[in-house]
């Protein structure tokens, strides 16, 4: 994930609970999470409920990340930060 699309997602600082996949990921240079199998739907889930509310420039990009994450049956995602 770009730091253009990350700031773009994160940009109102909204507040997030910990049972929110984003919760985990919403400081760009200090990420260093795994989701597991079933933690990796919910995250897909969350991110497509984002595409909305990013600038055009940066949706094709999250709905690569979306795709890619949706086309193979994954066991793990990681996300490390900067």
């Known amino acids: 994930m770009s730091e253009s699309l990350h700031r773009d997602m994160f940009k109102d600082r909204i507040k997030l609970k910990k049972n ?13 999470h795994s989701f597991s199998s079933d933690e990796v739907n919910r995250l897909i889930n969350s ?17 690569e990340l979306i795709d890619d994450m949706k086309a193979v049956d994954l066991k793990c995602v990681v996300f490390s930060g900067d």
């Open 20 to 32: 929110n996949p984003l919760f985990w990921i919403r400081d760009y240079y200090l990420t260093d």
């Open 47 to 63: 991110l497509q409920e984002k595409i909305h509310e990013v600038r055009a420039e940066n949706k094709p990009e999250l709905e």
